[in-house]
């Protein structure tokens, strides 16, 4: 008998029936006004998986998602303030070249040689090697609010600051590609790091120095996991060798103002490694 679709409880039959008063408790039973389930009824015993596809598992139903409104914006659109704002001379702002190496400082090489405003751009903390360097083409306008500080990289520009509290003037523009403006940074050879994807050769570990040195830049890479012939790809750091070759087969335009130390980096350094560095990039006093 299923006890559950027909709603009566297996224990007070039992009861009922060591008391000699089970043909009362039918009778008191067949008097409910209780609506039998007939569909448990049927489905009694029936195994929970019949009907259903084995093979298949069952479909995931789509949940509702909150709708929302995208608002197209652009800077200078959203306030009558930005209409007319002042335009430095972009002919006035010089461009400088790599400074020479400085034994009294600890920085040597030029910052990331894309400007400033690419390194704003890192979630990690960059210590520059040396005052900033702007290139010398501008084609991308930004507003900035007005400030009584000096802009100690233009020593010799005139801007001119609006009546409405801004002022613009041109920055180069950034790369559609994140890839594009990931720094490269100097690094130690250690752990998992195994192969230079610029030559495809292995790093000799354990390196002595100055040879422990190589360049992160963090990329898409191309592999093939084993036992699969699909290539995957994967956005992931990449290494090379410390030198300008390795570095240029996958990106030409690599110049030494491109490397960036990080202070964790810098610390380390010894003379040795400072020299080295400087055999590399052929950086003269």
Not at 64 to 69: D, K, L, N, S
Not at 118 to 129: N, Q
Request: net charge positive; proline share 7%; charged share 15%.
């Amino acid at each position: 008998m299923n006890f559950k679709s027909t709603g009566i409880c297996s224990h007070t039959v039992a009861v009922a029936h060591l008391n000699g008063k089970l043909e009362s408790f039918v009778k008191f039973l067949s008097k409910s006004k209780k609506i039998v389930n007939f569909s448990k009824v049927s489905l009694h015993k029936t195994p929970s998986g019949s009907g259903k596809k084995g093979s298949q598992a069952p479909r995931k139903r789509k949940q509702a998602q909150p709708v929302t409104e995208r608002i197209p914006f652009s800077p200078g659109s959203h306030s009558n303030h930005d209409a007319s704002p002042s335009t430095a001379s972009t002919s006035s702002i010089p461009a400088y070249s790599a400074p020479a190496y400085d034994d009294t400082s600890s920085h040597y090489l030029s910052s990331f040689c894309h400007s400033d405003a690419y390194a704003s751009s890192f979630h990690h903390s960059v210590t520059p090697w040396s005052s900033g360097h702007f290139p010398s083409s501008y084609n991308h306008q930004v507003i900035l609010p007005q400030s009584t500080s000096t802009f100690n990289s233009f020593n010799n520009a005139s801007i001119n600051f609006s009546p409405v509290a801004t002022t613009t003037y041109n920055m180069p523009s950034l790369p559609q590609s994140p890839q594009e403006y990931e720094p490269f940074k100097l690094w130690f050879i250690s752990g998992n790091i195994s192969r230079c994807v610029g030559c495809g050769n292995k790093f000799v570990k354990p390196a002595a120095p100055p040879f422990d040195l190589c360049v992160q830049h963090k990329e898409w890479r191309s592999f093939t996991p084993k036992g699969q012939d699909e290539q995957k790809s994967k956005y992931s750091n990449a290494y090379y060798h410390l030198n300008l070759s390795c570095i240029r087969r996958n990106w030409e335009h690599f110049c030494h103002q491109d490397l960036v130390i990080l202070p964790e980096v810098e610390q380390k350094l010894t003379d040795s490694h400072k020299n080295f560095l400087q055999q590399v990039f052929v950086i003269t006093h």
